[in-house]
């Protein structure tokens, strides 16, 4: 997605039930933590800071704002919950890979993340979720819209449903996917609009936002343009000065992101170089640390990709390489986040688009496995420290009903649910496709287990 398709904010309201999925509504003006910060840099830095995070308890609460951003952690490829949030030691299908206590209270996580083991009261962990697709293709569609794929429609990403029913006024995209993968997050039947605006690693700058002429001839095609728009209208619209045509909407939004402070959330290099080294010298390290600064001015969704979890050979290393660029990048998100006031308003997911068989093949790997692996939850609401389901240390052979080896098994529609009624969206509301179709946002059930003060529609 580039710079000429950016943020559409429709909002939801408490009725109708059934909403056309073109339904815009104007951004509403609050008072928010962060007005109240700059009231206090004025002068009164230090009763107004004290006023900003009682409000933002608050909010976290639910008795204002409702958490207001989620950051997705994507591990693509399918990472395997024996190596990481499942292990099973002792057990044959280990490969050797020892659990190491967390502390979350009888809690045990995979030997590679000793970082995270630290943080694990703040996480839930479903170790049942299941799914039906295990080509990595329809199973990336099915993790990250909740739907089976449908050759008569295509649905939007849980960050496009987000921001279709949340309005904000942040000048830079409310839906961005960092280190995009083959398959990034896309706004579906809602509109290419909200499709997830894709940014490589924030250590170069993102591509097409400076302009390559002088301010100048840069007024001059802005002039240019307009003239040429106006040109196109005339005869074709009523209003030329209040009608605001898709063309109009996305050049403007492209010039509004281009001289917008905001995007300075990007320049990860700001940060001291003690919180940079906490999230690892990664790419991918690099990409949590600015999904935690692009929440702070606003952002609703961001979905962050650590490719390469797709271990047919060498199981064993590769989880292990890749466990240890993960650890320290999420263990630093949620210390970062906790620390500034943000959890509670920050939803946290991390998991792929399925696990790894329990067995090892003949190249000393795993193959896919959809028929029991983990998801982790954080924030916004989440009870931490919390289990739901388990798989079985002893799974037998029988392909034909895989899931009888797993307890409560979760289908992925009910990760999408427990997300939004987190996040305050009611789960039962309805969308009207371009075609007339009714669509439910989730088909799946909230887990409660691990639901606090989430508003469950």
């Known amino acids: 997605m580039s710079a000429s398709h950016l943020f559409a904010s429709p909002h939801a309201s408490a009725s109708p039930t059934v909403w056309p999925a073109s339904s815009v509504c104007k951004r509403s003006e609050h008072l928010t933590r962060r007005s109240l910060l700059k009231f206090g840099a004025a002068g009164l830095a230090l009763s107004w800071t004290h006023v900003a995070k009682a409000l933002a308890r ?57 970082r995270l083991a630290e943080h694990m009261h703040h996480v839930a962990l479903v170790r049942s979720v299941v799914s039906k697709e295990g080509d990595h293709e329809r199973a990336t569609y099915n993790a990250k819209t909740g739907y089976r794929p449908d050759p008569t429609l295509v649905h939007p ?87 605001r045509t898709l063309h109009r909407t996305t050049t403007q939004a492209a010039l509004q992101m281009m001289s917008s402070e905001q995007l300075k959330a990007f320049a990860v290099r700001d940060e001291p170089l003690a919180v940079q080294r906490a999230y690892g010298e990664s790419p991918f390290g690099r990409a949590c640390l600015a999904a935690r600064r692009l929440v702070e001015v606003g952002v609703r969704c961001i979905e962050v990709t650590l490719d390469g979890w797709d271990s047919h050979i060498n199981n064993r290393e590769l989880q292990q390489r890749q466990c240890e660029i993960l650890d320290p990048a999420i263990a630093a998100l949620l210390q970062d986040l906790e620390e500034r006031d943000l959890l509670s308003r920050t939803l946290v997911i991390c998991g792929g688009e399925f696990g790894r068989t329990p067995w090892i093949n003949k190249l000393s790997g795993r193959d896919h496995w959809p028929h029991g692996f983990t998801v982790a939850l954080a924030g916004a609401g989440i009870r931490g420290g919390q289990v739901v389901g388990a798989t079985s240390p002893t799974p037998r052979a029988d392909l034909e009903n895989p899931v009888q080896d797993v307890e409560d098994p979760r289908p992925i529609a009910d990760i999408h649910a427990t997300a939004l009624a987190a996040l305050g969206i009611d789960i039962h509301r309805e969308l009207m496709t371009p075609v007339g179709r009714p669509m439910k946002l989730c088909e799946g059930q909230p887990i409660d287990q691990i639901l606090t003060n989430a508003r469950i529609g």
């Open 58 to 114: 608050a909010e976290g609460s639910g008795r204002g704002e409702p958490p207001r951003s989620v950051i997705i952690l994507w591990l693509q490829g399918g990472p395997s919950q024996l190596e990481t949030f499942d292990p099973h030691p002792g057990a044959p299908i280990s490969d050797g890979v020892r659990a190491i206590p967390t502390r979350a209270k009888g809690v045990e996580i995979g030997e590679w993340f000793p």
């Open 157 to 243: 990403s849980l960050g496009a449903i987000i921001c279709h029913q949340t309005s904000d006024s942040v000048e830079i995209p409310r839906h961005i996917s960092i280190l995009p993968g083959a398959w990034p997050a896309r706004g579906g039947y809602l509109g290419d609009a909200l499709d997830a605006f894709k940014v490589g690693d924030p250590l170069h700058p993102i591509a097409d936002v400076e302009p390559r002429v002088s301010p100048a001839r840069l007024e001059q095609r802005i002039v240019d343009l307009k003239r040429l728009d106006e040109h196109f209208a005339r005869g074709r619209l009523q209003n030329l000065e209040t009608t």
